[in-house]
C-alpha cells in the first residue's frame, strides 16, 4: 500500500470499516510510515477529538488514538490465527479424503 491508498483508507479506519487484508495492510502501512501516521492523528483529533471536548471530556488523543491501534492489531492478528486454524483444517480435510480414496481402490 503506498501513501495515497493509506491516505483514503483513514476515515474508513476511524469509522471502524476496514477489515481483514484492508485493515492489515493499512495499519502496516501507518506505522511505518511516520506522514500517514500524523495524517491519521489529525483526522482522528478532528474527528473524534472534537466531539469529546466538546462534550467536556477529558481527552488523552495519543492514549486513544494508540489504543485503536492496538484494537486493529489484535483483530489482525485474530484474522491470521483463523486463516492458519482453517488453512490447517483444509489441509487435514484434503488428507482425509487422499486417504478415503486410497483406502477405497485397495
Ligand atoms: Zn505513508
Known amino acids: 500500500m503506498n501513501c495515497k491508498e493509506a491516505e483514503k483508507k483513514i476515515p474508513a479506519f476511524l469509522n471502524d470499516e476496514l477489515d481483514g487484508r484492508g485493515l492489515a495492510e ?3 502501512h ?14 482522528f483529533l478532528v474527528a473524534e477529538g472534537m466531539e469529546q471536548l466538546e462534550q467536556g471530556n ?3 488523543l495519543q492514549e486513544a488514538l494508540t489504543s485503536k491501534l492496538e484494537n486493529a492489531d489484535y483483530r489482525i492478528r485474530i484474522n491470521r490465527v483463523l486463516r492458519h486454524v482453517l488453512l ?3 489441509a487435514a480435510v484434503a ?7 486410497i483406502i477405497v481402490s485397495m
Open 88 to 90: 490447517i483444517l483444509e
Open 58 to 60: 477529558n481527552f488523552n
Open 30 to 43: 501507518i506505522e511505518d510510515c511516520p506522514e500517514c501516521m500524523e495524517e491519521l492523528s489529525i483526522q
Open 95 to 101: 488428507a482425509a479424503i487422499i486417504a478415503a480414496v
Open 26 to 28: 493499512f495499519v502496516e
